[in-house]
């Protein structure tokens, strides 16, 4: 199971990302371990455990609560209890699942004015509003989206395609994964797992968002089950019993780990193997442009406090510059403009400019190239009494102006 954790190519794409899959399919992950536990084991321990880890879930992506339906694995516990003790623990595991889960909500209301509410409300409310319709064509994109992958038909552009190869699982997985279910014995734990399963496929069908991506959770615990037909097909042949069979499911166990067939890449090219293209992936083209752009930037300028104007995105530029520094957008044409309840524009950069001076901080803007530079001096802001000046930067990768006093004044 672990082999095919570590070569599953969805799992080796989002481990090269800074971004939240991986950590929160982990906890996941870990609530599904301590819920077959407390199943398993007659335990209600581990279900306190398992409501807690997944309510943890929750801070990372709240769409994770899909998987609530895992903590009727309480209900489920044949101790011999009184019923009002039963019905206690039943509302016990809500409780610790609902207080593992509260500082997202605290974190909305305090930030968006609504616990409900999110950033994707705040920064892209179209996005936001068509994801709560939950509309029923998405199921048919979503279905269409999962069939190309199963039968390696060309696709469209996806998430896969910024962080890796462009491929979330291969046929081979496909093939194990329908074995398995095959193989799966009906229990108390199965019931419930199945049941949190279903109930996050079945609503995450409806997400305006096509990509397999939020699946990710789900794909990392088909693993188990998807080991299932590589358990029996040992098992075979231990026993020498039907080889011919067993042979067959090692090798599709070993197409698998490999990633074959498998197609990589935008436009997308068939015949590939995943684990090879993975060890082969190496990056060529160094530093991104922009973390270059604010590291010669840092090196021309200094470490003293200034407000930084530029094209590149300022959640990013702002979080990478010293202490002190300040970046924002040029004007109105930036990643955060179609939100309803935040606007930055012309005016608002001119009014920033404006109070830094008031202040006597430094203002520069910053480019990746010194033809970006010159396409963006047109678009930065007008202060009468001051003019933009190229800097002499040593490293070709920015181009910083700052603006001066005019010369004539």
Known sequence: ASLLLATLPAFLTYCRSSMSDISASALVVLAFFFAYLGLARQKRWPIYLAAGVLGLSLNIRSQLILFAPLLIAMPLLKLKTSRLRWILHCFGVLAVFAIASSPLFVFNARQFGSPLATGYQFWVPETYQAALRLPVHYVAKHAHMFWTECTL??????????????????????????????????????????????????????????????????????????????????????????????????????????GYPSQSGYLPERGH?????????????????????????????????????????????????????????????????????????????????????????????????????????????????????????????????????????
């Open 153 to 258: 038909q060309p696709r469209d552009f996806g998430v896969a395609n910024l962080f890796g190869s462009g491929t979330y699982f291969t046929p081979a997985f496909v093939i194990l994964l329908g074995s398995g279910l095959a193989l799966l014995r009906p229990t108390r734990f199965t019931f419930s797992a199945g049941l949190a399963c279903l109930t996050f496929f079945g609503v995450t069908m409806t997400f305006a968002f096509v990509d397999v991506r939020p699946y990710l959770p789900l794909l990392i615990l088909l693993v188990a089950v998807a080991v299932l037909p590589i358990d029996w097909a040992i098992d075979q042949l231990v026993r020498r019993g039907r080889i011919v069979l067993a042979v067959c499911v090692i090798i599709i166990f070993g197409a698998a780990c490999a």
């Open 273 to 409: 193997w995943q684990a090879w293209d993975a060890l082969r992936l190496r990056y060529t083209e160094g530093l991104p442009v922009a973390f270059r752009a604010q590291k010669a930037f840092v090196q021309t300028i200094g470490q003293e406090p200034a407000i930084v104007l530029s094209d590149i995105d300022p959640a990013y530029l702002n979080a990478v510059l010293p202490k002190g520094f300040v970046a924002a957008p040029i004007d109105e044409n930036h990643h955060y403009r179609f939100s309803r309840l935040w606007r930055y524009g012309k005016s608002e950069a001119v009014s920033l400019v404006r109070r830094s001076l008031a202040n006597h901080l430094p203002v520069y803007a910053l480019a990746v190239s010194p033809p970006e530079i010159a396409a963006e001096v047109s678009r930065l802001p007008d202060i009468e009494g001051y003019q933009w000046v190229a800097v002499t930067v040593s490293n070709p990768s920015a181009a910083v102006v700052e603006l001066l006093p005019s010369r004539n004044q």
